[in-house]
């Protein structure tokens, strides 16, 4: 007797968010930054965000990271229902699960590069040690140098660096070669797939840039504060292949 396939393990559902709406004040007029959105994003994905300025991105992006809450709509992190959460619950989960990464690196001139990764370490329940995870950025031989002495790619990396050194489960990265060239920025997109890939983290990407789309697990375009599409990919292009 044939014996059928096993079937193919679930994904896990690491944030689940329902009916988010954002609505800003300014003045007497409401703009309306997320309208009623619906999203799943899964354990391990490589995800990548696309739209033009305005359209909502960096907004869902604040409020899945506990930067921001919704004016209404539920947003759940495995079990966790954030926008039950006050500010104290929602500093412990950033500190404990989520990476940041934008397109200024917000490094500290004073410090070296080694030094700038210690300040996340130093809070985080099971860190890396620093220059560890500055090697896995490809920086291991600039431990000592200090931002003014690193290029734009560098300081960026150093930026990677101190986000996972604290092991987190998502990275959130929102413009991270937006201020770089072009292959400077693949670069750093190639340490960001290799977070993705060796260390099972969670990497979600918001950019206008079209051509890194092909790098993700799925592809969500956003406009005028609502998911256009989502586009699937079964196979991810890898860095050295895009093209934009």
Same mark, same amino acid.
């Given at each position: 007797m044939a014996c059928s396939a096993a079937p193919a393990t679930a994904? +896990? +559902? %690491?944030f689940h968010a329902r009916q988010v709406t954002k609505t800003y004040t300014m003045g007497e007029v409401q703009v309306q930054a997320l309208r009623q959105v619906d999203l799943d994003l899964y354990e391990g994905e490589f995800v990548v965000f696309l739209g033009p300025s305005g359209s909502g991105k960096s907004t869902l992006?604040?409020?899945? =990271?506990? %930067? #921001? +809450?919704?004016?209404?709509?539920?947003v759940y992190f495995r079990q966790q229902n954030l926008t039950q959460a006050g500010e104290g619950r929602l500093t412990q989960f950033r500190r404990q699960f989520i990476g940041f990464i934008f397109q200024f690196y917000?490094?500290?001139p004073s410090l070296t590069a080694e030094e700038n990764v210690a300040l996340v370490t130093d809070i985080a329940l099971h860190p890396m040690v620093?220059?560890?995870a500055l090697e896995l950025v =490809? %920086? =291991? #031989?600039?431990?000592?140098?200090f931002p003014a002495q690193?290029? =734009?790619g560098e300081?960026?990396?150093?930026?990677?660096?101190?986000?996972?050194?604290?092991r987190p489960e998502v990275l959130f990265c929102d413009e991270p070669t937006g201020a770089l060239d072009y292959s400077t920025g693949k670069r750093v997109l190639e340490v960001l797939a290799r977070v993705n890939q060796d260390l099972g983290t969670t990497v979600v990407v918001i950019t206008h840039n079209a051509g890194i789309g092909a790098m993700g697990d799925r592809v969500i375009t956003m406009r005028d504060g609502q998911i256009q599409s989502i586009e699937h990919h079964v196979q991810?292009?890898?860095? #050295?292949?895009l093209e934009w």
């Open positions: 994904p +896990v +559902v %690491l992006l604040n409020i899945l =990271g506990g %930067l #921001d +809450v919704p004016t209404n709509g539920e917000n490094l500290i620093p220059a560890t =490809g %920086l =291991g #031989d600039r431990l000592s140098h690193l290029s =734009g300081q960026q990396r150093v930026a990677i660096a101190r986000a996972i050194a604290k991810r292009a890898t860095p #050295d292949q």
